[in-house]
């Protein structure tokens, strides 16, 4: 008798995992590597160089984010601005776990970027303030919010992390894959980036 009721203790609560794993849907797939666009706009150029790549963008998967940030010293894949060398592993891994996309928007060099009439400091889309700066791009094509404030490399890494995890959960809620992700990395007080994309 015991070992019925046993038996028919485990099969009731088997049968009620799988339902509600059925039921909340197929469990998105950690991916390898993120979805990242590159495009960048020095002083001569103008907005059009990053607003072209906004279609793919959007055909790739949600949620969309468009990242400011410096270029690179010359000959090197090292940004010239050190609160974007802090902030772009950070963002990317995060974006990258949580089944985002990325287009990453060069402000070419220091000299340009210097510039008060740079195109990006005056696009009236997406005003660009300081580097980096990090836009989460809505489906119907716009921008919608961006982290209002500097992510600045004198802050740790853990906070930055925090800072990057809470707006992403903010602007992409209700994705499964999004609240996963970020509420591991807000659970470890920033310690990680919530996934198996690793560089930050």
């Not at 059925?22 to 001569?44: F, M, Q, W």
């Not at 959960?169 to 996963?180: L, P, S």
Request: charged share 20%; glycine share 10%; proline share 6%.
């Amino acid at each position: 008798m015991r070992v019925a009721l046993i038996v028919a203790i485990i099969t009731v609560g088997y049968v009620a995992f799988l339902a509600v794993h059925t039921l909340s849907g197929p469990r998105p797939k950690a991916r390898k590597e993120a979805y990242i666009l590159n495009a960048t706009v020095d002083s001569d150029g103008d907005v059009a160089a990053y607003k072209g790549l906004l279609p793919q963008l959007l055909s790739m998967p949600a949620p969309h984010y468009v990242l400011f940030t410096s270029g690179y010293f010359p000959g090197t894949d090292v940004p010239w601005c050190g609160d974007c060398a802090v902030n772009l592993p950070i963002i990317r891994a995060i974006v990258g776990n949580a089944g985002g996309s990325l287009l990453e928007v060069q402000a070419g060099s220091k000299n340009e970027w210097r510039s008060r009439s740079h195109p990006l400091r005056t696009d009236p889309d997406a005003p660009i303030a300081y580097l980096p700066t990090l836009y989460h791009w809505s489906s119907s094509g716009g921008p919608s919010s961006h982290i209002s404030r500097a992510l600045s490399s004198d802050e740790s890494v853990e906070e930055l992390r925090l800072v990057v995890a809470k707006f992403i959960r903010d602007t992409a809620a209700g994705i499964r894959r999004v609240e996963e992700v970020t509420s591991k990395v807000i659970r470890s007080g920033g310690r990680g980036c919530g996934g198996q994309l690793g560089g930050c």
